[in-house]
């Protein structure tokens, strides 16, 4: 009698330690939010900015439709989920409940300069490009995750006056009349472009790099070029071009500190 209560005894225990629990998977729709913190900091022309942002960034007119993002778990450091989708699909994502590192960007869909070597160089667009790379926890009871988005260019605004159209120029200071031929978007107030880099090169000279140019077209038919070669750009940062009358240029007045 005592072995056969033994015996019920130890099967009883082993069944409960097998009661394991397994992480339930959750069905999530994406959205994003764009850093506010040291983000497109302060400067001269800060109204223009504000007001460029108030229209077009908040309101995520000027920001990307399609993401690329990659799940990893943290405890694991196995890549549970990559996804290439758009921000308004309604198919969402499916992760199991856990804490993530999520990695990854969201461009502009115009065309990207050739690769050359281990560089990859986006063309400048009227659009911001976003990047991802923060840690984020997955809870069963969760409908939707919002992600903190970087940016991950930089913007370039231009005073509007005596100014017809700005276009996008090589190395030389020549407007393109190729595939890259670009004119700036413009409003009442202001003439932009968000950029990933300053620089582009062609497949066939990998051993060369060049850097972007802006032909201003004046009223009176004139023009300006102004070069971005020896500029230093930050993303995350705006940078105004303010007109300057006695002198017939743009000037770039000096960057206050970000909030």
Request: glycine share 6%.
């Amino acid at each position: 009698m005592v072995l056969i209560m033994a015996s019920g005894l130890t099967f009883f225990s082993c069944s409960s330690d097998e009661e394991i629990y397994k992480p339930q998977d959750v069905k999530l729709t994406l959205d994003y939010t764009l850093v506010d913190s040291g983000s497109m900091s302060r400067g001269v022309g800060e109204d223009t900015y504000n007001n460029f942002y108030d229209k077009y960034i908040k309101t995520k007119k000027l920001t990307p439709q399609n993401y690329v993002l990659t799940f990893t778990n943290t405890e694991t450091n196995e890549v549970i989920l990559n996804k290439k989708s758009a921000w308004n699909s309604k198919d969402g994502i499916v992760l199991p409940e856990g804490t993530y590192k999520v990695s990854g960007y969201s461009h502009p869909s115009e065309m990207q300069i050739e690769s050359v070597g281990n560089f990859d160089f986006y063309y400048p667009s009227d659009t911001v490009f976003m990047a991802f790379d923060e840690v984020v926890s997955v809870t069963k009871d969760m409908t939707k995750l919002t992600l903190k988005a970087n940016y991950d260019s930089y913007l370039l605004l231009f005073d509007t006056a005596n100014t017809e159209s700005i276009e996008l120029g090589d190395d030389s200071g020549r407007a393109f009349t190729n595939n890259y031929s670009k004119t700036l978007a413009k409003d009442d107030n202001c003439h932009w472009v968000f950029m990933n880099g300053k620089a582009y090169a062609y497949a066939y000279q990998i051993s060369k790099t060049y850097y972007y140019s802006f032909v201003v077209n004046q009223a009176d038919d004139n023009n300006i070029k102004l070069f971005t070669g020896s500029e230093t750009y930050e993303k995350g940062k705006y940078y105004y071009y303010q007109y300057n009358g006695m002198t017939n240029s743009f000037d770039i007045p000096k960057m206050e500190s970000g909030n």
